[in-house]
């Protein structure tokens, strides 16, 4: 079982520009991906994709989860397959508390799996505790005036609660602190199973100190130009995007190229 | 949350008509003769039967409103403007005729009728069936009854209020509610005496082509407090019917009154109503007020601040389907210096409803030092619903404060898409949403309503 992307091409509907060009990637269950890669290279794009979002149109290629074409699934239902997208930035949304939204979104994922309002309540306190969030979170709501910081680890929350099989986190470390990343990163490696997997996107190997990737890719002008280990993201680190481009002899220009 | 699909694909649930024949009734169409029938009939002074017949009057040469939704299609001859069926107000639950308690089943009326069984009084028809005044508040001095028992048994209270605040010639309807009204709540809270349970009635029209102008009034004495809770739900008929309702509310120096409304009118009511509060020095009114349903509703709560701090409040929702015109609001009139109210709109339109809000906030010469606020939000579903908002804002001295802020919005694509990713259906992530947007007013709600409110939002959407 695993999320499999042949050739995906997919253009941004409002200017028709192409954003992905033919990316391919493969991740087995159990595996942690990171995709890292400059500025405006299709890495948020990807994971959008895959979630579904009706900013973008697949033009050509396929997206596999567990051997369910997702390609013209909505939203909603690739969330019931198993997907979670944490957003980059997450949206607020006045009057609907945290603690229901996410009752209502397990329910929404686990029809099968009933849970009691005390069953419910004691695993939200778990993952509040774990998370170290404060416990009045419960009862705000739903991202509203949450500092950045915040959102991300609601989203960390969302996932724990959620248990998806595929979680996708979009530039989860952006914006963290370092004792909020030691936090969000201990929430990924909690979530490690046989069953679950997932893809980290970001620009630093920083929170790939804490989160050892089973693979790292690197994705330059719509495509994941290599794949390596973890040892990848901190030689990148080290280097650059622009020496990794010219060693791989890529006539790409990179959007903070002056 | 849970959405039931079933009952959202079921039709409009509360859409069904009780077997019962009235005891009496006058006949379809209004005439002096009718108006003198309906007085006789309830026995009551001569002094109310000159109210009525003045009104009856005033009411032939008032014009319809110039204003606001269109009334042609609505048939005065057609009404019928007094039936009654028990010829007595039961005292107990065990004596309200079983089709009515199976009525009340139906709505979902029973849970909260249950817990405030005692205290609560529920209109059916044009006159209160059930009233049971719970023994505490009764040992509280708390006069809480139908308005024909009150005119009964507290005839002077009756006379000192009645018509003081809305007066017939106020607009048309409340002229013709000044000659026909029946039924409706009387309460009296006496001086410094607090209700500790909110004070609860249901209303309901029943019998098709039945108008029902029931005749509220409510005084809250010196430092005295009250919340008054009323829901109603109606069935629908092919022909039209009328609610024409007025609410009088006497808040003297000190006090407090909540007035909360919620309204699920069948779609082929015209609910033309009149709600005016008097707020006295450092008193403080409250309208929250809900309209779900009907096919055209004009009702614009008022608060007269006549004493200085005193403080008036409306925080209301409206929700317009597919024929529905929603052309609601709030008035705030300012006699007093240093006094504040506080106006909420929320509405909602969809498959071509009509919400509109429609306001009036007055400021006058002599009230300096007061302030007013008012904050409009309306989401508009689709292409084809519409809204408007119609403030009128008058401030006559350089000392107070007024603000006006209107927002109209879709629903945003990203808050779907959020929602979605979670898991949640389009339909799920939007009434998600729009609970959201009315939370400030269903956390307001007692508990039952608000319980209530959620399924209602839930088959409109």
Known sequence: MSLVINNLHVKIKENNREVLKGVNLNIPDGEIHAIMGPNGTGKSTLVQTLMGSNKYQITDGEIIFNGTKLNNLAVDERARLGLFLGMQYPTEITGVKNSDFIKAAMEATHPNHHLTVLQFLQRFEHCMNFLDIDHHYADRYLNEGFSGGEKKRNEILQMMMLKPRLAMLDEIDSGLDIDALKVVSNGINHMRAKDFSALIITHYDRILHYVTPDVVHVMMDGRVVTSGGPDLASKLEKEGYAKLRDQLGLKIKLVDDE | ?461
């Open chain 2, 1 to 461: 949350m849970k959405t039931d699909l079933n009952q959202i694909d079921q039709k409009y649930q509360y859409g069904f008509k009780d077997k019962i024949k009235p005891v009496y009734t006058t006949g379809a169409g209004l005439n002096e003769n009718v108006v003198r029938k309906i007085s006789a009939e309830k026995h009551e002074p001569q002094w109310m039967l000159a109210i009525r017949l003045r009104a009856f009057h005033i009411y032939q040469r008032m014009p319809m409103p110039n204003f606001g939704p269109d009334l042609s299609h609505l048939n005065l001859n057609k009404i019928h403007y007094f039936q009654r069926d028990s010829d007595h107000v039961s005292r107990s639950w065990d004596d309200v005729p079983d089709t009515i308690k199976n009525t009340f089943q139906k709505i979902g009326v029973p849970q909260a009728e249950r817990k405030y069984l005692a205290g609560a009084e529920a209109q059916y028809e044009s006159e209160a069936v059930y009233t049971n005044l719970k023994s505490d508040l009764k040992k509280m001095g708390i006069i809480f009854m139908d308005t024909d028992s009150a005119l009964k048994k507290h005839p002077d209270l009756v006379k000192q209020y009645f018509g003081k605040l809305v007066g017939a010639a106020t607009n048309k309807f409340t002229a013709l509610n000044t000659a026909v009204w029946s039924g409706g709540t009387f309460i009296y809270v006496p001086k410094g005496v607090h209700a500790t349970v909110p004070l609860q009635s249901f209303f309901r029209i029943n019998a098709g082509n039945t108008g029902q102008f029931e005749r509220t009034l409510i005084i809250v004495d010196e430092g005295a407090s009250i919340n008054y809770v009323e829901g109603c739900t109606a069935p629908t008929y092919s022909e039209d019917s009328l609610h024409a309702a007025v609410v009088e509310v006497f808040v003297k120096k000190d006090a407090f009154c909540r007035y909360t409304t919620i309204q699920n009118w069948s779609h082929n009511v015209y609910s033309l109503e009149t709600k005016r509060a008097v707020a006295d020095a450092h008193a403080r009114m409250e309208w929250i007020d809900g309209n779900l349903g009907s096919k055209i509703t004009m009702k614009y709560p008022s608060v007269d601040l006549n004493g200085p701090y005193a403080s008036g409040s409306m925080l209301s929702i409206a929700f317009a389907k597919h024929g529905v015109y929603q052309d609601t609001g709030a008035i705030m009139r300012h006699h007093a210096p240093y006094t504040s109210s506080n106006v909420i709109s929320k509405s909602i339109c969809k498959d071509g409803g009509v919400c509109n809000y429609r306001g009036k906030e007055k400021i006058e010469p002599n009230s300096k030092h007061s302030k007013s606020h008012v904050e409009c939000d309306t989401i508009i579903m689709d292409d084809q619903s519409t809204t408007d908002t119609i403030p009128a804002n008058i401030v006559r001295n350089g000392d107070s404060t007024m603000e006006h802020e209107a927002r109209v919005s879709k629903i945003s694509e990203n808050d779907l898409y959020y929602l979605m990713s979670r898991g949640l259906s389009e339909k799920q992530a939007t009434k998600m949403i729009i609970m959201g947007f009315i939370e400030p007013f269903s956390k307001q709600l007692p508990m039952e309503y608000a319980v209530e409110l959620n399924k209602l939002i839930d088959l409109q959407m």
